[in-house]
């Protein structure tokens, strides 16, 4: 219940954030990048805190890293897989109420790829091999990054805080690695929403593009590994 309920609140506010800067006629049409990337570290702190509250006392959202903590025996392999399916359902619900909180705007915007935009990530440059390569990157950095944030050599982190230096991590990895590719970093971030986008009776929407919907649920998984090899390599476990 925990990840699913926080991976749904962080959809409703990182989702959120794209609607508001791009739908026609939204307050909010154009705010740029760095109320994006802010917006969607926001959405990853409050996802912590609710699936934590909830029960879920990683707070992951995101089998990326699930799967990197599966690596060092927190989760069994069938609790990863059943805590990514339930991430995803969660990301499709998110992405819904989205959908339904911007309703009128959808016929007024035109731009369909824009539209997309909003639920799941797209390469600005579309070359596999290398938007592969970025999600990769910016996985690697995450999931290396919270294994340092919380290691042992730092000390304990004061209760309640650790949300908040994962949504500045979140902000600062959209604004150095989301140029290329979004930064989607999570398979359940961007196959959910994508899922919602599919289903969804979106006025004047165009392709889930599917084609590229790998890229961003097979990368991150690879970065999360890779992660975990370089962690072990340098005795972080």
Request: glycine fraction near 14%.
């Amino acid at each position: 219940m925990g990840e699913f309920f926080g991976t749904m609140v962080l959809m409703v506010f990182g989702c959120g954030v794209c609607a508001c800067n791009t739908l026609t006629g939204s307050k909010g049409q154009n705010g740029g990048w760095i109320c994006i990337t802010a917006g969607w570290g926001f959405a990853v702190m409050l996802g912590v805190f609710t699936a934590t509250t909830l029960g879920a006392p990683q707070g992951d959202l995101n089998p990326a890293v699930t799967l990197g903590k599966t690596m060092i025996g927190i989760y069994t392999w069938e609790q990863f897989a059943v805590t990514s399916v339930i991430q995803i359902l969660g990301g499709i619900c998110g992405a819904a109420l989205v959908w339904l909180a911007y309703l009128p705007h959808w016929e007024k915007t035109e731009d369909r790829a824009a539209k997309l935009g909003i639920f799941c990530t797209a390469p600005a440059i579309r070359k596999y091999p290398f938007n592969f390569l970025c999600e990769v990157i910016a996985t690697f950095f995450l999931m290396f990054s919270i294994w340092m944030i919380f290691s042992n050599q730092v000390g304990t982190i004061p209760a309640g805080l650790g949300p908040y230096i994962v949504g500045v991590l979140i902000w600062a990895l959209g604004m150095s690695f989301g140029g290329p590719t979004g930064y989607a970093m999570n398979p359940a971030r961007d196959l959910g929403p994508r899922i919602a986008h599919a289903i969804l009776p979106i006025a004047g929407k165009g392709s889930s593009d599917w084609a590229y919907a790998w890229v961003p649920v097979a990368a991150p998984l690879v970065g999360a590994l890779l992660a975990y090899v370089v962690a072990v390599a340098v005795h972080v476990f």
